[in-house]
């Protein structure tokens, strides 16, 4: 099979979109703690130009986010600072995707990929918020309120289709309240059409719909 391929070198010239630059994805959250990735990474973006990367499983138990100690929950941000403390110091922002479920959270046991990632809607959504909150209070105040995140929701998505309920209203809006008010300071912004959940009106049973980000 032979491939031909013609160029016109007379025709108006038209700009090349890096699009590839703005975002490079990788598996989860666990993997970013290792030498051999923060390596690979490191000479990706000297050589690519990326400015962004994305990976699930930044809630997952593997990180120890947020643990259940008796009736007590545990919250730490240890190995995600290790991770986006690395990722700054070579000039690049991670796209923050709130998921998975913790175990200590979740309203059921439904897993998905090999390393077992809880796809279930939180028992508690009071609980989810507070989360989310102190995890964007705590990035904010350790980096200095300087730009240097941006959004994205991955909760729910990667599971069987129809299997993860929506997030009902008060979650979205807690979350939601929280980030407009990081990017009235400067501090989050928005990649393209990743963004956090929002909820659509017109629902009478509180539970609210997501919409596509």
């Known amino acids: 099979m032979t491939t031909r391929f013609t160029c016109d070198f007379s025709a108006k010239p038209e700009a090349l979109p890096h699009f590839w630059e703005h975002c490079v994805g990788s598996g989860h959250a666990t993997l970013a703690l290792r030498a051999d990735w923060q390596a690979q990474l490191k000479q990706c973006r000297e050589a690519l130009g990326f400015r962004h990367v994305r990976f699930h499983g930044l809630l997952d138990d593997d990180m120890n986010t947020v643990i259940e100690q008796g009736d007590e929950l545990i919250y730490s941000f240890h190995n995600a600072d ?13 796209i923050v995707e ?7 959270l979740a309203s059921g046991d439904q897993t998905t990929f090999h390393y077992k990632a809880n796809v279930t809607p939180p028992a508690d959504y009071g609980q989810w918020a507070t ?14 309120r300087q730009p240097c ?28 309240h929280r980030r407009e008010a990081c990017q009235r300071q400067g501090q989050v912004e928005d990649a ?13 049973d509180g539970r609210g719909v997501a919409d596509e980000a």
């Open 98 to 104: 709130l998921s998975f479920m913790p175990t200590a």
């Open 82 to 94: 290790q991770i986006y403390d690395f990722l700054r110091s070579i000039d690049m922002r991670p």
């Open 149 to 176: 995140f941006a959004t994205a929701s991955g909760q729910g998505r990667n599971g069987q289709p129809g299997t993860v309920q929506a997030p009902r209203r008060g979650q979205c809006a807690a979350v939601s």
């Open 192 to 204: 393209g059409r990743a963004t956090l959940p929002r909820c659509r009106r017109g629902r009478s």
């Open 131 to 144: 989360l989310v909150s102190k995890a964007a209070s705590h990035w904010i105040d350790r980096h200095h």
